[in-house]
């Protein structure tokens, strides 16, 4: 059975391949993908058809995702965060962005539960318990 590790870098490979099927693979029966910190579209995705609902809808604004992963860190009870730089672009615009992001994964039985992803440092680590809640 993969790593946790093993199972979000092949993720990340899928989704720079725009591998639909093969994402879909990878994720446990209820997945859920929360992007509700986003600014633009948040939301929470469940199972397959959210998910391809969801990247159906990045794929009408941006090419396909690039992700430099700069580290995984392993976390108890089947828990990971990553830390990303995604970058895309825009196909209206050819405007090329990158952003840095936190995936905060749970992975059991080598399929992906659920991820959350986070653009604010702070909140992906009070999500995965590595900083107190502030008050």
């Known amino acids: ?12 490979a899928r989704a720079m391949r725009e591998d639909e099927d093969g994402m879909i693979e990878l994720l446990a029966p209820g997945f859920e993908l929360d992007v509700s910190s986003y600014v633009f579209n948040p939301a929470v995705w469940r199972g397959p058809d959210g998910v391809r609902e969801w ?7 941006w090419d396909a995702p690039h992700y430099d992963v700069d580290r995984i860190e392993d976390l108890a009870g089947g828990r990971a965060l990553s830390v990303v730089t995604l970058r895309g672009r825009a196909r209206q615009s050819d405007l090329v962005v990158s952003v840095r992001q936190w995936h905060l994964w749970t992975i059991r039985d080598g399929l992906v539960v659920s991820t959350a992803h986070f653009t604010d440092e702070d909140a992906a680590m009070r999500a995965a318990g590595l900083t107190p809640p502030s008050s």
């Open 1 to 12: 059975m993969r790593t946790p590790e093993e199972v979000i870098l092949e993720m990340y």
């Open 55 to 61: 990247l159906r809808q990045a794929r009408e604004v």
